[in-house]
């Protein structure tokens, strides 16, 4: 049998030489991988998110400001206060900063372990 598209002349991929050959499908852990690193980006989105709300004052009376500072406050109470500064943004951004840089390392180191592992 022939893998070469008689039309293009490129050759062509064809599922049932994967079956003989043993290869497998890898859409399962990209998948994996995928999600893992986009769960990564949004909890340091609403880490960033709620650090410039606060460094540019936004009313954290707001329903949306409220709801992001509390997202935060749960994404990372496991840093808070480690840096007790006396300038208020500076604690901000140091208390939320620390777990945003961490969830991205530590997520995108996963998903590509999971890549390189399928």
Do not use: K
């Not at 079956?19 to 852990?29: I, K, V």
């Not at 943004?89 to 945003?100: E, I, K, Q, S, W």
């Amino acid at each position: 049998m022939s893998n070469i598209d008689p039309a293009s002349g490129y050759p062509t991929h064809d599922r049932r030489m994967d079956a003989e050959y043993g290869a497998r499908p890898q859409n399962g852990a990209r998948r994996t991988a995928l999600t893992v690193s986009t769960i990564a980006d949004v909890a340091a989105g609403f880490l960033v998110l709620w650090i410039a709300l606060f460094l540019l004052g936004a009313n954290q009376a707001n329903v949306f400001v409220d709801f992001v500072h509390g997202t935060a406050d749960w994404l990372g109470w496991w840093a808070q206060d480690i840096f007790t500064m006396d300038t208020e943004g500076v604690r901000v951004v140091l208390n939320y900063g620390l777990p945003a840089v961490i969830y991205l390392l530590v997520g995108h180191g996963i998903a590509a372990r999971i890549n390189r592992a399928a």
